[in-house]
């Protein structure tokens, strides 16, 4: 029978069944967002199409399959079926598969598979709607907690990693309200803009939280993030101490570093893909040229200063060997360099972006690799 022994000796019977639940776990994962969005019960058997509200057999709630047959159609009123349906359904597939083969048939490997189900769905309900459900991400800091303390064994790096996240989200909240206050009202002086001063308080922060983009701003979603006083600004809402605080519960505080930075790095990517696209739409992306390859160059030219400091301190013959690495970097940077100079000389024509999936980004892919732990063990040695 299907034991854990004969799993492990035929890995292909193994991906193939991570293949299948992944899809199927997904496709429950994506109907608990759309639930959660249309405020109706999470747990509820029975489903009804989102577009004719017909109720759908249960050959009809398998992933991906019927979406491909039916060429994306609803059977009954052939309305287009939205395709976020199937690629969450693919994307959650294939995590399964990778964590499958990370972790093995573990205790660890299950959780997560739940931690990375619950990013999943706090990523969809955040690209919606600016929303972070509590009722999602509470019980799961609870179950993250009960991992840490009984399997990973490492309960106190959970809960630094928990409290950590609350204050640094406090601090930026707070401090990034400072900044916003003194950037706007220089912003002001600089153009006035006699259609927004008309629109009223609230929008005007609305809008103008796009404007602090490189910063990752995330507009407080309207149900449960939103300041009771009228026209607050929040850099970064309060859902997201709570996704910080998840990801720590999980992975430690450790864990918790890893992903924010590489949530820096992923959101930049994110903003800049964002605003190409509304350039792209409003015919201007021949004007982000210029910055764009300025940004490059500058980037470019300050590795290639470091890496000449280097040959200088460190001798040239030890740092030459280094060199694919250095031209690598230097693209690297050049790159995210170019994206942001992009996204701050473009920032008039821009949207609110939310925060959540660049955190949920780097909080899968720091559950695959954590270079904090690498340096500080690299340190005690
Ligand atoms: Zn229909």
């Known amino acids: 029978m299907l034991n854990q022994e004969y799993l492990r000796q035929h890995p292909f019977i193994l991906n193939a069944l991570a293949l299948v639940i992944g899809a199927f776990c997904g496709n429950a994962v994506n109907l608990i967002a759309q639930r959660i969005l249309a405020a109706q019960p999470i747990f509820k058997l029975q489903r009804d199409s989102a577009c004719c509200a017909k109720r ?54 299950a959780a997560m598979i739940y931690f990375v189900c619950t990013l999943i769905v706090v990523c969809i309900t955040d690209f919606r709607e600016q929303l972070i459900p509590h009722h999602i991400t509470y019980p799961a800091i609870l179950v993250g907690i009960l991992y ?64 602090s983009q490189i910063l990752e701003a995330d507009t407080a979603s309207p149900s449960e993030q939103k300041p009771t006083n009228i026209g607050a600004f929040s850099l970064v809402g309060s859902g997201d101490a709570v996704l910080a605080a998840l990801i720590a519960a999980f992975l430690g505080w450790q864990g918790l570093i890893n992903a924010l930075v590489i949530s820096i790095f992923a959101g930049a990517l994110i903003a800049a893909i964002y605003r190409l696209v509304e350039l792209h739409k409003h015919q201007m992306l021949r004007q982000c040229m210029k910055p764009a390859m300025i940004g490059f160059a500058s980037s470019f030219a300050v590795i290639c200063f470091f890496f000449a400091a280097f040959c200088i301190i460190f001798s040239a013959d030890r740092m030459v060997p280094l060199l694919p690495g250095w031209i690598t970097l230097a693209f690297v940077v050049g790159f995210i360099g170019a994206l942001a100079l992009t996204v701050l000389t473009t920032a008039r024509i821009s949207k609110p972006f939310p925060l959540a999936p660049a955190l949920a980004l780097g909080a899968v892919a720091a559950i695959f690799s954590n270079p904090i732990g690498a340096i500080i063990r690299g340190g005690a040695q």
Not at 154 to 161: I, Q, S, T
Not at 173 to 186: A, D, I, N, T
Request: hydrophobic content about 45%; some cysteine.
């Open 56 to 109: 759908l057999t249960p050959l009809e709630m398998v992933p991906i399959i019927p979406y491909l047959l039916r060429n994306g159609r609803c059977r009954y009123c052939g309305a287009t079926i939205h395709w976020q349906g199937p690629l969450v359904e693919a994307i959650t597939a294939i995590t399964f598969v990778i964590l499958v083969n990370t972790f093995g048939l573990s205790w660890q490997g």
């Open 148 to 211: 840490n303390a009984f399997v990973s064994r490492d309960l106190l790096g959970a809960l630094a990693g928990i409290g950590l996240s609350y204050i640094l989200f406090d601090f930026v909240s707070f401090y990034g309200l400072v900044w916003h206050e003194k950037y706007q009202s220089k912003l002001a002086a600089k153009n006035v803009c006699a259609d927004r001063t008309a629109a009223g308080a609230d929008t005007e922060s609305q809008q103008d939280s796009s404007e």
